[in-house]
C-alpha cells in the first residue's frame, strides 16, 4: 500500500495562502477544528502553519494580539517546508513522520500541492488493516517458520470455507516463530477450525470476539 491511497486531495483539503493574515488562519482553524493547515503560494506548497506554532510565536513576539495580527502572515509561521511526501512511499512509513505531528503535505516532483495525510486517516488505514471496522472472531496463534506454513494456512481456510476480514502477520525470525492473527467472520465451524490449525501446528495463543 502507498501514501496515495490514504491522501486527501488537494481539493478536499482547507488550505491557506502565504500572503494570508495570521487572524484569517486562526480563524480557520478554529472554524474547520483542525490542528494544522497547509501554506502555498499559488499551488506550490511551502510548509504547514499550525496552532501550536502561531501561539508560540505569539508568546515570545511579546506583541499585543493586534499588533500581532497585523505584521505576521501565514508564511511567516511555517514548519515541514522540506518534510513532504511524494505519494509514493510506502504507507507504514508515515507513522514515524506523523506521530508527533496531524499531518503530512503531498507534493509533485515541482512542489505542487496535492494533497495531505493525516495521522487519523493512517491509523484508520492501520484499522482497517486489522479489521477492526467488521465484527467477526479474531484468532491470535504462532507458527514454525518454515517455508510453506501460510500457503499451510490459506488450504486451511479454503477447507472451511472461512470468509476472512483481516490477515497480519509478526515476523520473529530471531525465535523462529511467525505470529499471526487471523480475523474471520462467526461461524458455528469455529471449534472444528480451531482443532484443525493446532493439528496442523498453529499453536492458539487467543481467541477474542468482536
Known amino acids: 500500500m502507498f501514501v496515495k491511497s490514504a491522501m486527501v486531495p488537494a481539493m478536499k483539503c482547507y488550505t491557506v495562502q502565504s500572503d494570508e493574515s495570521i487572524e484569517n488562519v486562526i480563524n480557520l482553524l478554529e472554524e474547520k477544528e483542525v490542528d494544522a493547515l497547509p501554506v502555498l503560494n499559488g499551488d506550490t506548497y511551502e510548509g504547514v502553519t499550525t496552532r501550536y506554532h502561531i501561539y508560540q510565536d505569539f508568546f515570545k513576539s511579546g506583541l499585543s494580539k493586534e499588533d500581532f495580527y497585523a505584521s505576521r502572515n501565514a508564511g511567516d509561521i511555517i514548519t ?21 505531528f496531524p499531518l503530512m503535505s503531498v507534493v509533485d516532483t515541482k512542489r ?3 494533497g495531505i495525510v493525516t495521522r ?11 479489521g477492526m471496522h467488521k465484527e467477526g472472531v479474531r484468532i491470535a496463534f504462532t507458527s514454525v517458520e518454515t517455508e510453506g506454513r501460510i500457503s499451510r494456512l490459506a488450504e486451511i481456510i479454503q477447507q472451511f470455507h472461512e470468509s476472512v476480514i483481516s490477515l497480519v502477520t509478526f515476523d520473529e525470525t530471531d525465535k523462529l516463530v511467525r505470529r ?3 480475523k ?10 480451531l482443532k484443525k490449525l493446532e493439528k496442523s501446528g498453529f499453536r492458539i495463543l487467543d481467541i477474542k470476539e468482536d
Open 112 to 114: 505542487r500541492f496535492m
Open 184 to 193: 474471520i467472520e462467526k461461524k458455528d465451524n469455529l471449534d472444528k477450525f
Open 120 to 130: 487519523y486517516d493512517v491509523f484508520n488505514q492501520f484499522r482497517s488493516a486489522f
Open 80 to 100: 515541514h517546508q522540506d518534510n513532504y511526501l511524494q505519494g509514493d512511499e510506502i504507507f507504514e512509513t508515515t507513522l514515524y513522520q506523523l506521530n508527533d
Open 180 to 182: 499471526i492473527v487471523l
